[in-house]
């Protein structure tokens, strides 16, 4: 399996995945025109695309799929929520097709297994995405790690997984008190310490991979996020571990899985 994150970050998230054949988006926070320039800088043609899977309706993750899915006739896979609330993203002609949270679902080469999460959107959902031997699995949109989110994730080879916010940076910041309980509450955006957490008790399950994402621009920096996460492994006794900041303006390496 081939994984590239096109962004990531509250300006825009898309994450490409392939599988033989299979090419497939998972989510389209930026406008269509950029997915197609990410998609073509990793040698992509956006033309080959076959599917865009949605997490949930907010701007940064659908913005360009209903474009995309006119464009290029694409069918749309999101729950029956989420098409309820993003119907100004779509025009009616799209190709929608409805899963149910937490029923997995074949497309192609690759298998989805959707699970609820804790955030503040209609039908929200994150996936664990099987390709042949490989697991992918991303964690990103979520205010805590539910034991249900544990279980999905568990023997992923690589995982996306939200590094929002440094705790002291968004406490002592300019947003608003209510922006603030918003992002670091239950239902918000998970912290750098949340997600070390997280990733330490996967590590002991045998995840050796993360890559770190949704980095807010004034509430982090790629070096907390990424010191937090590799401080707490290595305080637990994880020295083998690969972990990678995303980037909002450029799209990630391709990774093999």
């Known amino acids: 399996m081939k994984v590239c994150v096109l962004a990531s ?17 998972i989510d389209a926070g930026l406008t269509g025109r950029k997915v197609e320039d990410r998609l073509r800088a990793i040698d992509v043609d956006p033309g080959s695309l076959q599917a865009i899977v949605v997490t949930h309706e907010h701007a940064d993750h659908i913005r360009g799929a209903g474009v995309l899915a006119r464009r290029f006739r694409l069918p749309v896979w999101m729950t ?20 149910e949270n937490d029923e997995a679902f074949d497309f192609g080469d690759l298998r989805f297994q959707p699970f609820t999460l804790s ?10 995405v099987e390709g042949g031997e490989a697991r ?47 992002i670091g509450g239950n239902r918000g955006h998970l912290s750098n310490g949340k997600a070390a957490e997280a990733l330490c008790s996967l590590a002991e399950e045998g995840l050796r ?12 920096r790629p070096d907390l996020a990424e010191g937090t996460c590799r401080s707490e492994l290595e305080g ?12 909002q303006d450029r799209p990630s390496p391709i990774f093999v899985i």
């Open 80 to 99: 029956g929520g989420t098409l309820e609330a993003s119907r100004e993203t779509f025009r009616g002609v799209e190709r929608v097709r409805r899963f």
């Open 236 to 247: 637990r006794g994880v020295r083998d571990f690969a972990l990678t900041v995303l980037q």
């Open 209 to 220: 991979q993360a890559l770190l994402a949704h980095l807010s621009d004034e509430n982090n």
């Open 119 to 128: 955030h503040d959107a209609a039908d929200p959902v994150n996936f664990v």
């Open 9 to 25: 970050g509250s300006g825009g998230n898309a994450v490409y995945v392939q599988e033989g054949p299979t090419r497939v988006l």
């Open 136 to 182: 992918l699995g991303i964690a990103t949109d979520l205010g805590v790690v539910t034991q249900l989110v544990y279980q999905r994730l568990r023997g992923a080879d690589l995982v996306v997984m939200e590094t929002n916010h440094d705790r002291d940076l968004l406490m002592n910041g300019s947003y608003s008190w209510d922006l603030k309980r918003r």
